[in-house]
């Protein structure tokens, strides 16, 4: 079975650099939530949709694996793929490269609980479930 897959293109901002004239080491997990966000979208959840609806994502592991630099003004592409990680948790896994030349930036993933919105864990609905296999 396919995941769904996102990409999308987007420029470093000058505010996304440190000193040394790359992206700092916290934007790659901002840049993630984009794409997760997008993902949800194009198959159907918007986030505010899926909040609406009683239940809340939130982060419970990330990791990160920093394999480049970017500067500012640099054109990146960003490509999120989801799928169920065991019952109950959603992974996104993103990999970001240089759109010039996909050279890799960066790579990693998110792990997500499924909460109402109180924080008390719940099962994946079926509307969930049933987007996230349509979307592939």
Request: glycine share 8%.
């Amino acid at each position: 079975m396919s995941r769904p897959t996102s990409a999308l293109r987007f420029r470093v901002r000058y505010s996304d650099t440190d000193r040394m004239g790359t992206f700092s080491s916290d934007r790659a997990l901002d840049w993630f939530e984009h794409g997760r966000t997008e993902l949800l979208r194009e198959i159907g959840l918007p986030y505010a949709e899926v909040e609406a609806r009683g239940v809340m994502l939130p982060v419970a592991e990330a990791h990160v694996r920093y394999l480049g630099r970017a500067g500012y003004d640099e054109l990146l592409e960003l490509t999120t793929t989801a799928a169920m990680a065991g019952r109950a948790r959603l992974r996104c896994d993103a990999r970001i490269v240089r759109a010039e030349d996909g050279s890799p930036v960066a790579d990693g993933y998110t792990v997500h609980a499924f909460t109402d919105p109180s924080g008390k864990p719940i099962r994946p609905p079926r509307w969930f479930l049933e987007a996230l296999a349509g979307g592939a």
